[in-house]
């Protein structure tokens, strides 16, 4: 087959295949990471916040001191050290009723959030989740063939009423409700205390299980974050954490604490995509959770990002055109925008990445094609000074485009919007 083209293997993809769809927004991307390019686009966490000498030091020791099994490979579920050490994580995020017993460890939580797809997804089947939802988790669903609904949110989180509607409007249809409660990506907002016993109560009526994504819980800027629905209620509850967001992202080390009767089926899944999650990251992270300060880590990323955080909200505050909406989220790596009437986040993406600026539009949050009115801001991975940059930069794209339309009207716009291509696949700019 030397010479093929991709058009000769269009025919022979599986059905699935035919979903995951690109579009021209990728390419931008790859201009996005050239260093003159101030980058809102990602969700990477500031590494070199890590005491790298220290971690370097642990992972020589720990090939040359215990290679002969963190070189070799391991059990499907993950080693009982690291489920022990997970069930400690878990507990300063007040779970205290894990069992190591049912923590199947992931490579990071987009693994986990694909076992979950692979154990109760049918094509055609509903999953309910906020709107907007974490991009990757929508690829997930995507390549499950599943249809996703999306349900409101408001500064409190997910609208309550909201979610009885949808679970009515899909005639209960819906296999699970996909959420992220606390410091949500992208809308960067948090589920109230008291709408969480109110959500729990809804899924637990309508017999609907609740996948509970929580990457961020532990960066909170503003006391603790309120406590899990896992923590709440036990049954029908799937809890997806990993160690990317409070650790390092590139050790992809996540897990699922699972109820119990399910954890079988889940170790399979995985065994059969994976046979064992890797040895070597697994004996990094249990090593860090052993010998390392990382509740100290912790505090120091959310320094950092609360300093950041800051810096983004009132540079944005100064600098951003009249009409111009976001979030100010507690904790987390994102805000959400919403921009003045007319303007069109994606068709807007060529001349911010001209301007040396990008972000990520928000149509990549959705299933449905909407959110051209909204963008995703990232302010972990930029410094404060280059945060503000980056929004000078870009209120000046926004400024001209409004300009534009002032002066040639909101067919431009319209005219852009009809080219704009599908729905965005994850990749790691839009982590
Ligand atoms: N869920 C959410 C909400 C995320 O934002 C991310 C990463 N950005 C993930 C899951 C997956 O992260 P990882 O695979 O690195 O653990």
New binding site residues.
Partial sequence: MSGTTQDDYTDRYARRVRGMTTSEIRALFAVASRPEVVSLAG?SPYIAALPLDAVGEMLGKLAAEQGTTSLQYGIGQGTVELRERICEVMALSGIHDASPDDVVVT?????A?DLIARLFLDPGDVVLAEGPT?V??LGVFQAAQAQVRHVAMDADGLIPAALVEAIAATGGRAKFLYT?PTY??PAGVTLSEARREEILDICAAHGLLVVE?D??GMLSFEGDAPLPLRARRRDGVFY?S????TFA?GL?V?WILTPHAVREKLVMASEAMILCPSAFAQGAVTQYLSTMPWREQIKVYREVYRERRDALLSALEDMMPAGTSWTTPAGGLFVWATLPEGLDSKAMMPRAIAARVAYVPGTGFYADGVGTQNMRLNFSFSSPERLREGVRRLSGVMEQELAMRSLFGPELGDRRRRTAGAADVPGPDL?
């Fill in positions: 969700g490579v990071g939580g987009q693994q959030l974490y990757g988790a992220i949500q990506n994504d990457p961020y997806v990993t160690f990317s967001k992202p992809r996540g982590a």
